[in-house]
């Protein structure tokens, strides 16, 4: 018997995690659009550095998550971050914090853990899948100059919004989408001198225009000159979403300045941002997936049910867990 097809839309945590658990019961092909894995769980290279400019570290709290991680975990390309977690106040003022959960991160960089996830996966990357038709044979996906299928089965892990956009889901299941809020985000990326002491570790800012520093080269195995990253206050950005990037550098860098004013601004090098047009997620869907066996249709990702690493995880988990028994029998 042919095992069924199935076309995966994104390899961030949430694809690849559902592409590794369906690949014994399916044909399973990934799309992406980046030209790399990871989706948010992204690093950016310089010549002489490296930020994870996307997501900052991840917690494994579940104990399946923490399952699914073993294989990387002892072969070091997940390590434990254990830099001092600081409080900044928009003042400046600043104090430890109280260390909740130990946080996690890919080793020698971010993307070390999608790409190992990846490996041995059918991937299609710098496929940006522009629409889904269905035909008597099953669904085909359209990018800008090709069309790939048939498939038997679609599951979308892109941001709720563009998710939204893509796929031809039911009434019920696009009200449920439409519910869903997620967060704009800037990421300003800043290399310094050599020997130049960081600010901070890693500190939550509480501020209006900045939510985050920590000191890049200070998680595990970096050896890249000295790095910040800076991230947006998640409202702010979204106020400035729309605004030109050099405009939100130049607002970022100001605030910088004065929430660290004991910092050595002279020392940076070279300044770089980012926009995330859907960071984080602020309403959830509410439940772990969305899932249409008539049309042959999913989705999966973290805005289904929290806004960490982790939840896209938990997210793909569930999916493939309904989904698996489905394929095996192979419908
Ligand atoms: P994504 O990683 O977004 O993957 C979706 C993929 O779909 C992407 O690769 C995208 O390119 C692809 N795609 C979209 N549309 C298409 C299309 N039409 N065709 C083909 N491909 C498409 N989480 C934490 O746990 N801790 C943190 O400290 C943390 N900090 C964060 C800071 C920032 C600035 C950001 C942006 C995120 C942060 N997160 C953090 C959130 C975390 O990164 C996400 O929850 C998680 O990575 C989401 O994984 P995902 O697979 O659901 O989605």
Redesign the pocket.
């Given at each position: 018997m042919t095992k069924p097809s199935v076309a995966i839309?994104?390899?961030?945590?949430?694809?690849l995690t559902l592409a590794r658990r369906l690949s014994a019961t399916a044909r399973v092909t990934v799309?992406?659009?980046?030209r790399g894995?990871?989706?948010?769980?992204a690093t950016r290279r310089t010549e002489t550095t490296a930020f994870d400019?996307?997501?900052?570290?991840?917690?494994i709290r579940d104990s399946r998550f923490h399952t699914a991680l073993e294989p990387y975990l002892e072969a070091g390309q997940v390590q434990a971050w254990a830099a001092a977690l600081m409080r900044i106040g928009a003042d400046g003022a600043s104090e430890r914090l109280a260390d909740r959960a130990p946080r996690f991160v890919g080793v020698p960089a971010m993307t070390a853990l999608p790409k190992a996830l990846a490996e041995g996966l059918d991937l299609r990357l710098g496929?940006?899948?522009?629409a889904l038709q269905k035909t008597g044979d099953g669904w085909h996906l359209a990018t800008k100059d090709r069309t790939f299928g048939p498939f038997d089965r679609v599951v979308a892990?892109?941001?709720a919004p563009?998710t939204r956009q893509?796929m031809p889901f039911a009434a019920a299941d696009l009200e449920a989408l439409d519910g869903v809020r997620m967060n704009g985000?800037f990421?300003l990326m800043l290399t310094l001198k050599e020997g130049t002491l960081p600010p901070a570790e890693a500190a939550q800012v509480e501020h209006p225009v900045i939510s985050w520093i920590a000191a890049n080269h200070g998680k595990p195995d970096r050896d890249t000159a000295p790095a910040l990253v800076v991230?947006a206050n998640n409202r702010w950005a979204d106020q400035h979403l729309e605004a030109p990037l050099e405009t939100v550098r130049d607002s970022m860098m100001a605030a910088c300045r004065t929430l660290c004013a004991d910092f050595d601004w002279d020392a940076v090098l070279a300044i770089d941002i980012h926009r995330?047009r859907?960071?984080?997620?602020e309403t959830p869907l509410g439940q772990p997936f969305l899932l249409d066996n008539g049309l042959g249709l999913a989705a999966c990702?973290?805005?289904c049910v929290g806004?960490?690493?982790?939840?896209?995880f938990l997210?793909a988990t569930a999916l493939a867990d309904v989904m698996e028994p489905q394929l095996a029998k192979g419908c």
């Open positions: 839309i994104g390899a961030g945590m949430a694809g799309f992406d659009k980046s894995t990871g989706g948010r769980l400019h996307g997501a900052q570290y991840f917690t496929c940006q899948i522009l892990t892109a941001p563009q893509l985000c990421t991230h995330w859907y960071a984080n997620v990702g973290d805005w806004n960490r690493v982790e939840a896209a997210s």
